[in-house]
Nanobody, 115 residues
Framework: QVQLVESGGGLVQPGGSLRLSCVAS????????MAWYRQAPGNGRELVAA???????NYVDSVSGRFTISRDNAKNTVYLQMNSLKPEDTAVYYC?????????WGKGTLVTVSS
């Protein structure tokens, strides 16, 4: 069983930056594909960025060049650095860990981009 705890959300002005963190409990963190999803009001949950155990990354087109996902296996932590934030980035951001049939979610952290 893996528990995921996100932090780092908050209110930021357009053009600003935030860094989200997700700490995972349990062992074998380095084997998991880690990802960040988001869900805006009235919308479904969408994949924002993912990083494999080998360090390969992928991003949804709308954040490519602005967001960076990274991981620190020694700290059981995955990060999402978000730059040049836009109002449309406003959402609850969820951390996800996936390995084979195992799939775990955090409770989410709210990011609000507004002036």
């Amino acid at each position: 069983q893996v528990q995921l705890v996100e932090s780092g959300g908050g209110l930021v002005q357009p053009g600003g930056s935030l860094r989200l963190s997700c700490v995972a409990s349990g062992s074998a963190f380095s084997f998991y594909t880690m990802a960040w999803y988001r869900q805006a009001p009235g919308n479904g949950r969408e994949l924002v960025a993912a990083i494999t155990s080998g360090g390969s990354t992928n991003y949804v087109d709308s954040v490519s060049g602005r967001f960076t996902i990274s991981r620190d296996n020694a700290k059981n932590t995955v990060y999402l650095q978000m730059n040049s934030l836009k109002p449309e980035d406003t959402a609850v951001y969820y951390c996800n860990a996936r390995l084979d049939l195992r799939n775990y979610w955090g409770k989410g952290t709210l990011v609000t981009v507004s002036s």
